[in-house]
């Protein structure tokens, strides 16, 4: 079921937010869309400063309505949380990312 897509990713965001919100989690991915069927696009990497970039503009500015010093803070503190993981999840990344930034609100 299409509606149900999102549950493969609950997992992945329960790790770093065991009281993370399925409609968050829906949110995000009905917003992240085709870009999760492709195995790279489906990730983020905090190495690469084009693809923060593109999470800052499109996830943190367009989405969360952040100012850009906001969505600098609120990546950086979701690339810490995350560093163990060489694989990051763009799901499990712009959930950590609202939750750091306090926008989880406008996902509900």
Do not use: H
């Not at 990713?9 to 492709?38: F, H, N, R, W």
């Not at 990497?45 to 309505?65: A, M």
């Not at 990051?88 to 609100?105: D, I, N, Q």
């Amino acid at each position: 079921m299409a509606s149900d897509k999102y549950l493969k990713y609950m997992d992945g965001v329960k790790k770093y937010a065991p009281d993370a919100a399925e409609t968050a989690v829906q949110k995000i991915v009905s917003y992240c869309g085709i870009a999760l069927q492709s195995k790279d696009a489906s990730l983020v990497s905090c190495s690469d400063q084009t693809e923060l970039d593109r999470v800052r503009k499109g996830w943190c500015t367009k989405k969360l309505n952040l100012s850009a010093a906001d969505a600098d803070a609120a990546i950086a503190k979701t690339c810490e949380a995350m560093k163990g993981d060489r694989q990051k999840s763009r799901v499990t990344f712009y959930y950590l990312v609202a939750e750091a930034s306090g926008t989880l609100g406008k996902l509900s």
